[in-house]
């Protein structure tokens, strides 16, 4: 069974930084690319970042484009969220999905707020 | 950045009843590979969104048949048949063709 269970969320001052991990168990973690997405409250879905399976290569979307990095262990099938300098639009649910979002984590929130 | 347009934004229907909602792209979401990178998710209330179709078509995992999924380049459809209570929540559609993947804005389905 494929489980993904994220960590590290809490409450954190703007421009202060925050790291979060996604635990991947029940698939090949190194054979897939990983994605984060995160939902403020009472709102939809939107995108994050992403990462190939090597950790090659790496995508993000503008808005934290330079503040957060992502990055992944393959022997401890972990991902990253490395979250700078953050702000409070970035407050917000955050999760992580497997390619193609085929399975999500219980997601982990993350209050920029001072 | 590709603009995902859901319609209706809500739907109040009864168990039993079938529904469809629309979801169109701004640009065609067929990649360079030739396949389309369109997906349906549900969100159920305080729940963790799960995957229902992908590819435009194709039954997610342990996803019932009475979901099915149409379209092409950037005119998608959900269908539900015979609705069940199990149903209710918010449906998204999303693109992973193009960076930056986006979503649609949801559509709520309510019970009447």
């Known amino acids: 069974e494929v489980q993904l269970v994220e960590s590290g969320g809490g409450l954190v001052q703007p421009g202060r930084s925050l790291k979060l991990s996604c635990a991947a168990s029940?698939?090949?973690?190194?054979?897939?690319?990983m994605h984060w997405i995160r939902q403020a409250p009472t709102k939809g879905l939107e995108w994050v970042a992403s990462i190939s399976p090597s950790g090659g290569s790496t995508y993000y979307r503008d808005s934290v484009k330079g503040r957060f990095t992502i990055s992944r262990d393959n022997a401890k099938s972990t991902l990253y969220l490395q979250m700078d300098s953050l702000r409070s639009e970035d407050t917000a649910t955050y999760y992580c999905a497997t390619r193609l979002f085929a399975y999500w984590g219980q997601g982990t929130l993350v209050t920029v707020s001072s | 950045d590709v603009v995902m347009t859901q319609t209706p934004p809500s739907l109040s229907v009864a168990i039993g009843q079938s529904v469809s909602i629309s979801c169109k792209s701004s640009q065609s979401l067929v990649y360079s590979d030739g396949k389309t990178y369109l997906h349906w998710l549900l969100q159920s209330p305080g729940r963790s969104p799960k995957r229902l179709i992908y590819?435009?078509?194709n039954l997610g995992s342990g996803v019932p048949d009475r979901f099915s999924g149409t379209g092409s380049q950037k005119d998608f459809t959900l269908k539900i048949s015979r609705v069940e209570a199990e149903d209710l929540g918010v449906y998204y559609c999303a693109q992973t063709t193009h960076f930056p993947y986006t979503f649609g804005a949801g559509t709520k389905l309510e019970l009447k």
């Open positions: 590819q435009v078509s």
């Open positions: 029940g698939f090949t973690f190194s054979n897939y690319g």
